[in-house]
Every structure is written in C-alpha cells, then in structure tokens.
C-alpha cells in the first residue's frame, strides 16, 4: 500500500470517528436538555396540584354549615328563601372551583364532591320537616344544632384532613 492509499484510510477513519463522536455528543446534550426542562415542568405541575389542595380545603371550608350559615344569615328570610340561599351558595362555591379536579387525585375530588351534596341534602332534610311558617334564622338554628349532636364529627373537617393529607404526601 502506498502513502496515498493509508492517508486515505486513517482521514476517512477519522472522519467516521469524529462523526460518531458528534452524533453521540449531541444525543447526550439532548438529553440533558430534556431532563433539565422536565424538572421547571415538574416543579409547575406540583406547585399547580398544591394551589389546588389549598383551594379545595378553603371550598371545604366555606361550604361548612356553619361556616357558611353565620356568612349567610340574613334575619328577613322565610324558611324557603334562606334554604334557596344556602343550597345556591354551596353550589356557586362548588362551581367556582371545578377546574380544581383536574390537579387532585379522584378520591379528593369525590370526597370534595360528597360534601356538597351531604350539605345540600341537610339544608333539604331538615327545611322539609320543618313548618313553612319557620323563620330563616330558625331553619340556621336547627341546621347547626343537627350538626353539633353528630357523632362522627364534622364532614368538613375530614374532607379537610384528607385534602392536607394528599397535600402533605405531595410535598414529600
């Protein structure tokens, strides 16, 4: 083999070594690029799922009888408007924060969800026993003295308990 022939051989080596290099140099750098843009995303996509536990437990916390009955309590109402006003105002809540289900998980969303229709099916419960002469105020009394003589506790503060509880395992 003459001198030609070899240089020949050792460039085109060179040339192939020195284009797998760059190949495999730019795959690693795409790579890195990916993983460093994967971590903001990941950092969003947790600070939005938090956003919306904090959410939910406010919603959780508007949406309590009481709670919502001493912000709602309006002396003039009959029995029929202040029932009117409560449920209304339990579902305005709720509806202003249906985005939240897309960022917390199923049970969150179902557990948020079952304490608004616990709480409307209350208001209905206990205004439908009652006689339709019955004040607002009245109606709010009898509602927090059902809740107060429950057992179990409040549906709001376990709803509250089990969102900061998925809040907290999110932070981990």
Avoid: C
Avoid at 6 to 19: D, E, K, P, S
């Amino acid at each position: 083999m003459d001198t030609t022939t070899m240089l020949l051989i050792a460039f085109g080596l060179l040339v192939i070594i020195a284009g797998l290099y760059f190949f495999f140099y730019m795959k690693d750098k795409k790579t890195e690029n990916k993983a460093a843009g994967a971590a903001p995303d990941q950092l969003n996509a947790k600070q939005l799922k938090l956003q919306a536990y904090e959410r939910l437990v406010i919603l959780a916390e508007r949406i309590a009888l009481p709670n919502l009955i001493s912000r709602s309590n309006e002396p003039g109402l009959n029995l029929r408007d202040m029932q009117a006003l409560l449920t209304q105002t339990i579902r305005q809540e709720y509806d202003y924060n249906l985005s939240q289900q897309i960022y917390v998980s199923n049970e969150a969303w179902e557990a948020v969800r079952s304490l608004k229709e616990q709480n409307i099916h209350i208001i209905n419960q206990i205004a439908s026993i009652m006689p339709p002469e019955t004040t607002g105020p009245e109606l709010n009394r009898k509602i927090v003295e059902f809740i107060m003589n429950q057992p179990q506790g409040s549906m709001h503060s376990l709803v509250q308990e089990a969102l900061s509880h998925e809040a907290r395992k999110l932070m981990a």
